[in-house]
């Protein structure tokens, strides 16, 4: 019996189809960066309303939503540079909301330059009070969610005891950001959005490009690790909740920005607005993950969809369940995205 001699195209083995592969590996990386995945669904959001509701690709709904994030933007800052330590801010909202109360109480019946001390104070209280949770934290050690939910409750019994009625500011520094001109027609742009831009690009700057911010990362990805390469992790906390403070106190100044009054009602959710927008954004829960820019997106794709939805006529509960739904499972994609890495 004879055996045919194999022949060059028995020899070669089949080419593996690798089409498969490279699309999971892009899909991969798009998912894993936490800004490309963030402004996917924020591009995709856009297309959407705009071609099933009539009027969220006006140039007034637009700018309203770039004015409407300069608060939970700023706020959102704050609480990423924590989150990425591994930590967590509760009280943000609350911090924001007492200096914004000692600000217009001191200003009140004040213009023009003489607003300028009760703001530089409304800022050093909000430092202060960032700087006491970080002390508390780094310090002693104690759980970030137990020392900021301590604080929420501290400074929200002590901003009703300070205000009991609603504080009307004057036109001056406490105003200023509302201020701004008109680009292409209609299209507004106040001080406020540009100050809340300028603010997410030196912060990136500084996380991304400074020996601080790499240790901001490395704290957050293994404190103990950070600890024996020779990082000095108390003060790493310390110096980003005293940071925090100074964005809630710009947060404050926004609000008036967006709002000549205020209130210790005010801004209820705030706490809860913002880790919405840094979970959304690509920032993990978990440290040591994530970007400025992507949590500024993040805010962007809250009132996107709030907005969208009510030009569609949903009912705002629905939203509220739409949001939640975001929120577990940008944290659901985290953990598996992590999971994976190991």
Known sequence: MTRSLPTAEDEAPEAPDTSGTRAATITDRIFRNPVLGPLGALIILVIGFSVFTENFASVDNTSLILQQSVVVGTLALGQTIIILTGGI?????????????????????????????????????????????GLIISRLGLPPFIVTLGMLTIIQATSRLYSKQTILVEDGPLTFLSKGGFLFGQFQITVGVVVVLISVAVLHFALTRTSWGRHVYAVGNNDLAAKRTGINVRRVLLSVYVLAGVLYGLAALQAFGRSPATSANAFPTANLDTITAVVIGGTSLFGGRGTVLGSYLGALIVLVLQSGLTQAGIDPLYQNIVTGVLVIAAVALDAVTRRKAR
């Open 89 to 133: 801010d509760l009280a943000n909202g609350a911090i924001m909301v007492l200096g914004s109360l000692v600000m217009a109480n001191l200003a009140l019946g004040d213009t023009g330059a003489a607003q300028l001390p009760a703001i530089l104070v409304g800022f050093a209280l909000c430092a202060g009070l960032g700087l006491v949770s």
